[in-house]
């Protein structure tokens, strides 16, 4: 993420046609200008950069109101990158919660997480997550994991941090299904957090050591990819991470190789195909998109084909499959209402499937849709591989 002066020029591309603006899960529910891609930049702007307006708590906050979910850059004719821009921004307004950088320096630094995490949680209204796996993914799984038969190909895999601290059961079941379908899977140890929700606070130099960390440790690594089983995961890692790293810095050429080898983990073995016949599940399946998905064209397709090579299972799909979910990443935990809103119609779209199970490829994603569904509602939000796996 470049320094904001540095992203005026990109600022100044914006035509102002605002066909970003229904793409915007905010603007969708507030109706105001201000909160679509197009008010958003022109607010930086004007408050940041040429300082025509008084940085008020109301430019705060509507710099704070954006879930950086992407659809804008998606949507936009010429991808002007919002999210960089209103990354940046936060960048330039100090005072940020003094709490959350102690906790994102914990998952950084990925020591003593489960010892002192307790209560920065709590002092961030964090209560309702799920336990903290207790040792972490990473702490349990080998180094690395062999099939028993002929191997058909060798993966690094990336552990991200709602998978290693809240998630595991997807981690195992990546570890499960890649082994039982004849792919090594390498898990190197002294693994960081990938660096984004550090950028999405504005705190690139914390980026930046997360960055430098995971490139010397994947890099040096004979595999065929890099898998990871987080959508918002492998978009720091392919796409921001070098445009993070300025050009001089030692560490930019093997955060590129590392980044041309990143691929979602569904996605890889939907394209190797199965080597060992799923079980049979007769339930009634539909997929939950993540916003994080523009960073490769087949993520989106994985998903439904594995769903249709487990026996027994029906495939419906959601009537707007790509629409934000609300959680934003740790968007959610402080903007618990808009989330909330954003999420409305989402929840309406599942049960009208008549599903039992939504598959998603972000830990956050299901953990907020889980928490909108209710577990009452027998309804299991899981990853694509942990349902391949037999819903472990
Ligand atoms: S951000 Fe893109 S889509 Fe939105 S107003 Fe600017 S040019 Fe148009
Ligand atoms: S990143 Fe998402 S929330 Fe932010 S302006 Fe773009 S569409 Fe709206």
Redesign the pocket.
Known sequence: MPDLKDLAAEIDR???????LAACPVYREDRLESSG??GR?NLVKAALLDQTLPVSGRVRELIDRCLLCTN?VQ????S?R?DDIVAAARANLPNRNPAERMLLRRLLDRRAVSGVVGSLLKGLNLFNLPSLANPPLQQRLPAAVRPDGPVSARVAYFVGCGVNYLYPDTGEALVKVFSANGVEVVIPAGQQCCGLPALARGDKEMAREAVRANAALFAPLDVDAVVTDCTSCGYMLKVQVTALLPPDDPALPAAQAVAGRIVEATEFLAALGLQRQPRTQAVTVTYHVPCHRHWSAALADAPPKIAALVPGARFVPLREPRRCCGAGGAFFLSHRELSASIRGPKIEDIVATGAQVVLTQCPACRYFLQEGLGTESGVRVMHPLAFLAGGC
Not at 75 to 78: D, G, H, V, Y
């Open positions: 914006c035509s102002q046609c605002n066909f970003c891609a197009r930049i804008c949507t936009c004719p010429a002007i919002v």
